[in-house]
């Protein structure tokens, strides 16, 4: 059973393009995010949801906007690709709080913008 | 702000002992975490720590120092399949919420 998935796992586009990646996890887990991974493997926090609702929102450009239509699930739509937008971006989850809360990492998804 | 450092890169031989070492600054510190990356994969949890001292899992032991801001990570009698990236990450909540920092993460060659 796989605990968070995301698809696609590779993405290749135009610049200028409208792209989304979806994401669901089986857990039951609260809180969601997404995370970006540039070339030189740098994790670094886009958003968080938890039970559906905005909590972080690290300063990324409004081309990006994620959606929650549930707890279990958390869809990233992005405008206007740009050349920068390359990147391996990953869902993961976690329980919003608790002894361990680790958070668990889908599979990822590579997006090259030609 | 928050900031975590830790090497870029380390090699070491099958069967030694590495220890990865990882600082931090935060004022909103609620546990550290490492994770294991191989290549073209996700992130996989190995360890957490939130008092201070040694959280010990097989081969993997973790270590915190809250008042150093430092943890480490070791690896014992490591093998080829250990060659990976070894991220350092703090869940922190000095927005009001939790979220998960990461450093840069120490790419790990094991050699034969």
């Known amino acids: 059973d796989t605990a968070v998935s995301q698809t696609p796992k590779y993405l290749v586009t135009q610049m200028g393009n409208d792209k989304s990646i979806k994401c669901e996890q089986n857990?039951?887990?609260?809180?969601m995010y997404w995370y970006k991974q540039d070339s030189k493997k740098f994790l670094k926090i886009m958003f968080s949801?938890?039970?559906?609702?905005?909590?972080i929102n690290e300063t990324v450009p409004n081309r990006f906007s994620p959606k929650s239509p549930d707890k279990a699930h958390l869809n990233l739509h992005i405008n206007s690709l740009e050349l920068g937008d390359s990147a391996v971006y990953f869902c993961?989850?976690?329980?919003?709080?608790?002894?361990?809360?680790?958070?668990?990492f889908g599979q990822g998804t590579r997006l090259t913008v030609v | 702000g928050q900031n975590i450092d830790q090497p870029t890169e380390m090699t070491a031989t099958e069967g030694a002992i590495v220890q990865i070492n990882c600082t931090y600054q935060?004022?909103?510190?609620?546990?550290l975490f490492w994770y294991q990356q191989h290549a073209g994969e996700a992130p996989t949890f190995l360890s957490y720590?939130?008092?201070?001292g040694l959280e010990e899992k097989g081969r993997f032991s973790s270590f915190l120092s809250r008042s150093k801001g430092y943890s480490y990570l070791l690896l014992k009698e490591l093998q080829m399949k250990d060659s990976a990236s070894y991220l350092c990450?703090?869940?922190?909540?000095?927005?009001?919420?939790?979220?998960?920092?990461f450093g840069t993460g120490t790419r790990l060659k094991v050699l034969a």
């Open positions: 993961a989850s976690s329980r919003p709080q608790g002894a361990q809360a680790e958070a668990f």
């Open positions: 990450a703090v869940r922190d909540t000095t927005s009001g919420t939790y979220k998960y920092i």
């Open positions: 935060t004022s909103g510190f609620n546990g």
């Open positions: 857990l039951g887990h609260d809180t």
């Open positions: 720590n939130v008092l201070d």
């Open positions: 949801y938890n039970n559906k609702e905005l909590i």
